[in-house]
């Protein structure tokens, strides 16, 4: 018998409008001597294309990538963190560590488990292979062993706060994790939450949902990382009408090498409930084509704890530092994203240390001003104090100065029965200057507090303004200002809310 011969179907769309989609395939055809996948965009099922459209053995790596010199560093850079992203004969993502790398150079040398080391200055030339696909960078660490040390020295300003409890991490995540959404039960109405202030003013501010992200942004079953865009938001940051979250599943940011993806919307098109059912068929065809064409996915990339997201007009920037390194004195990376391609264009190190590396400042939590400016917090718990510092690049070269500093924990969640400690003090879930009225917030679960910066002279540095309880049960996942504007996430349904009403 004559063997069925497969036909196409219909024409739906041209491949150019999925290219910085998410794009997945589980199975294909082949007619004429061609492969064709049938693929899944945003997590969508589409259509069968061409294996052609894809990026078939090719390698993209970041070049350069500038380290702080840094003969504390214990660990040094991980050269995966360089890949963009490789794939074989047929377009398909090759797992990094399947990718070969290399080090040519006569001061630096990579170990065998994928690290340089920061310790002494050199250069050398990093390259990465797999198959056919091949690609170089260049990677430099810079020759001043001193960059980076500066002084803890200004006097924290005292608060006299109330003693401030909230839950644990483990209470949580079970109260934040009580529900979850699909495609086939979408929220359709705004929530809105009130806030008591310092003063006992039961309305001192509110939030409101502006966008409910996508339920999903991967094809059903998608259990490997790499090919997994969590629902689960953990930093974001608006610039005009650009929003840019850092998605990780659930757990990964206390993993040391912590990897995700950065997803890109362009509010300008967006409408507020609608794009919770990206993934699934219950938008038109081109009404969901319309959506798409105004999101666009990050390859997967080391996010650390992913609520260091700050972005400029062309960029995106990360902080990637690991939230359980209990402030080691190793180098910060900095991570640089085109919003063009959301594709990463420059890594830098850069180290901050109290007059030696015995007194380190690791920050996980960060803000950018502008492409040559971070503003960061740190916690001095044993000093029970705040601390803000300012970053400044030139160049490749990086100056760290402390602006500011609170004397006080702020918050605690009571006492640990693992380790008889009375003092348990939460993450910092959201930090973010308010540079319209010269404020930062910091967000620990659903408190939100108000500090004066001081950086444009309209506020005491380190003050304590206003605290906010916003009595949401849920927990606080990023935080963002833009031109006086506060914007806060939540998960389990994601939604990013605005702040209004924020008495003085």
Request: proline share 3%; net charge positive.
């Amino acid at each position: 018998m004559k063997k069925k011969e497969w036909k196409f179907g219909k024409k739906l769309t041209a491949s150019a409008d999925f290219r910085y989609a998410h794009v997945q395939s589980k199975s294909y055809k082949v007619k004429g001597g061609k492969r064709y996948y049938y693929i899944y965009v945003d997590g969508r099922p589409v259509g069968y294309v061409n294996e052609k459209a894809f990026a078939l053995s090719k390698a993209n790596v970041v070049s350069p990538v500038s380290l702080v010199n840094n003969p504390s560093d214990s660990v040094g850079f991980n050269a995966e963190d360089a890949i963009n992203y490789v794939t074989d004969q047929h377009g398909s993502l090759v797992d990094n560590d399947s990718v070969e790398i290399s080090c040519k150079s006569a001061e630096l040398n990579i170990s065998d488990t994928g690290y340089v080391s920061s310790r002494k200055a050199g250069t050398a030339v990093l390259t990465f292979r797999y198959g056919k696909a091949k690609a170089t960078s260049k990677l430099t660490v810079r020759g001043d062993a001193k960059e980076g040390i500066s002084s803890a020295d200004v006097t924290p300003v005292k608060t006299d706060l109330p003693e401030i409890k909230t839950w644990s991490a483990s209470d949580g995540a079970s109260l934040s994790s009580s529900s979850t959404i699909t495609s086939k039960d979408a929220v359709s109405s705004s929530h809105k939450y009130w806030a008591t202030d310092m003063s006992g003013n039961a309305k001192g501010a509110d939030i409101e949902t502006i966008f409910y992200h996508p339920a999903v942004l991967s094809a059903p079953g998608s259990s490997n990382l790499e090919a997994k865009v969590s629902s689960a938001v953990q930093g974001i940051d608006f610039y005009d009408n650009d929003l840019v979250t850092s998605n990780l599943d659930l757990g990964q940011a206390d993993n040391r090498e912590a990897r995700g993806h950065m997803v890109y919307y362009n509010m300008r098109k967006v409408k507020k409930y609608n794009w919770q059912l990206i993934p699934s068929k219950m938008l038109s065809f081109n009404t969901w084509l319309s959506y798409i064409k105004n999101i666009k996915v990050s390859p997967y990339m080391k996010l650390g704890h992913g609520q260091s997201v700050g972005s400029t007009k062309k960029y995106v920037y990360v902080l990637a530092n690991w939230n359980r390194s209990n402030n080691w004195s190793n180098s910060q990376e900095l991570i640089r994203v085109k919003k063009s391609t959301m594709e990463i264009d420059k890594i830098w190190t850069f180290k901050v240390w109290n007059g030696s590396a015995k007194y380190p400042r690791i920050f996980l939590n960060a803000d950018v001003i502008d492409d040559n400016t971070l503003l960061a917090l740190f916690h001095n718990a044993s000093k029970h104090r705040y601390e803000y510092w300012k970053i400044s690049r030139s160049g490749d070269s990086f100056k760290a100065k402390e602006v500011g500093a609170t004397g006080s924990d702020l918050i605690r969640t009571g006492s640990d029965p693992i380790s008889n400690s009375a003092e348990v003090h939460p993450e910092v879930q959201g930090f973010v200057w308010d540079s319209a009225y010269d404020v930062y917030y910091i967000a620990f679960n659903d408190y939100l507090f108000k500090i004066g910066a001081g950086l444009d002279g309209g506020t005491e540095a380190g003050k304590l303004l206003n605290y906010y309880s916003f009595h949401t049960g849920r927990e606080m996942e990023g935080l963002a200002s833009y031109k006086g504007e506060l914007y806060l996430n939540l998960n389990h349904p994601t939604e990013t809310l605005k702040v209004d009403h924020i008495t003085k």
